[in-house]
């Protein structure tokens, strides 16, 4: 997901993980990794570009579709992203 900017990157980034760890189990090494009993998500900035990494796990793909739906949703609450990047 592509931010505007470097600072809009890191803004977004410092909401989604103080929302995510208020509401979810989470690991926050190298961003937030979000924990579903059957899924995960991850965000996280990348260090290069203006871009918030995003990756998605599940036992079906339909939950992976639903834990996605949830995280960018939120993420898209935060600030002004566009997809693309990496």
């Known amino acids: 997901m592509e931010a505007e900017n470097d600072e809009e990157k890191f ?9 995510f760890t208020a509401n979810y189990d989470c690991i926050t090494v190298d961003g937030v990794r979000i924990k579903f009993g059957d899924g995960w998500g991850l965000v996280r900035s990348s260090n ?3 871009v ?3 990756r998605f796990e599940a036992d079906s793909p339909e939950r992976m579709e639903e834990i996605q739906a ?3 949703g939120k993420l898209q609450e935060f600030g002004s992203l566009k997809p693309g990047g990496h």
Request: positive net charge; hydrophobic residues 55%; proline residues 6%.
């Open 70 to 72: 949830l995280v960018l």
């Open 52 to 54: 918030i990494v995003c």
């Open 48 to 50: 290069t570009q203006p």
């Open 11 to 19: 803004r977004i980034a410092e909401k989604a993980i103080a929302y």
